[in-house]
C-alpha cells in the first residue's frame, strides 16, 4: 500500500511540474508584457506548493500515532512536525475533555496551518499481501577514525549491513539537506554523525528500515571472565 502510494505522489509532482514547465513556455506568447507573466507564473507556483503543504500536513495529521495526551507524546508531535515542517512556529493544545490535540503550523511564508488529530490507539500497519512485521537485528555503528566508539541501533532482517549502511549514508545526507538541517548549520551546530544521529526524527530511521536504540554511543568493553575457584 505505501508502495502505490509513493508512486501516486510521484506523478501528481511530475504533473505538476509539466504544469509550470508548459507555462514558461505559454505566457511569453500569451502576454508581450514579461513582468505580467512572470507574476502569473510566480502566482500558480506559489499556490501549487501551498497545496501541496496543507495535503502533506493533512496526510500527517492522518496518520500520526497519538495514543495519549501525555506530556511525552505530545513532545514527538512536535518534534515531527517540526521537522516535517521547518521553520514554523508550532502550536499545540490538547483537549483532555475530548481527547484530542489542536494543532497549528505558522510558516515563514505567512502560511497558517491548522487541524485536530484524535487520541487513537497505534495499529500496526496493513499490508494488501502480507501481514508479516519484519524484525529488527542489531546494527552497531561506528566511524573509521574511532572504531572503539560504537552506536547501537538496530536494522529490519532483510537489509544486510552494507544496505543498512548505505541506507543510514542517504538519511544524514537528507536530513543536513532538509530545513531543520539547514537551520541548525545556521546555529553553527557542527555537521557531524554525532549530531545527526542525536537529533534526526525517528520517523526518518523507521522509513528505511533503521531504528535507533541510544543517541550516545558507547565505547567497547573487553569483557573479562571471572577465576574460578578450585573446590
Not at 512536535?78 to 490535540?101: H, I, M, W, Y
Not at 511564508?109 to 529488527?136: C, H, N, T, Y
Amino acid at each position: 500500500m505505501k508502495q502505490v502510494a509513493n508512486t501516486k505522489t510521484t506523478t501528481k509532482t511530475m504533473s505538476e511540474a509539466q504544469l509550470l514547465e508548459l507555462l514558461k513556455q505559454v505566457l511569453p506568447k500569451a502576454t508581450r508584457d514579461p513582468q505580467l507573466a512572470g507574476r502569473i507564473y510566480q502566482a500558480i507556483e506559489s499556490e501549487l506548493k501551498a497545496k501541496a503543504r496543507l495535503t502533506a500536513f493533512d496526510k500527517f495529521c492522518g496518520v500520526v500515532e497519538l495514543p495519549n495526551l501525555e506530556a511525552k507524546t505530545i513532545e514527538d508531535v512536535k518534534l515531527q512536525l517540526a521537522a516535517s515542517f521547518g521553520g514554523g512556529d508550532v502550536t499545540l493544545k490538547p483537549n483532555r475533555k475530548e481527547q484530542s490535540l489542536a494543532v497549528e503550523v505558522d510558516l515563514p511564508d505567512g502560511m497558517q496551518l491548522s487541524s485536530e488529530i484524535k487520541v487513537r490507539p497505534v495499529l500496526a500497519e496493513e499490508s494488501g499481501e502480507q501481514d508479516v512485521a519484519l524484525k529488527f537485528v542489531p546494527f552497531p555503528v561506528c566511524l573509521p577514525g574511532d572504531p572503539e566508539l560504537v552506536w547501537l541501533m538496530a536494522r529490519h532482517e532483510n537489509l544486510s549491513p552494507e544496505e543498512g549502511s548505505i541506507a543510514l549514508a542517504k538519511v544524514e545526507e537528507e536530513f543536513w539537506a532538509s530545513k531543520t538541517g539547514q537551520k541548525l548549520l545556521r546555529d553553527r551546530v557542527e555537521r557531524s554523525f554525532a549530531e545527526f544521529i542525536s537529533r534526526v526524527p525517528g520517523g526518518m530511521l523507521s522509513e528505511v528500515g533503521l531504528k535507533r536504540h541510544y543517541k550516545m554511543p558507547e565505547p567497547i568493553r573487553s569483557h573479562r571472565r571471572l577465576a574460578t575457584k578450585g573446590r
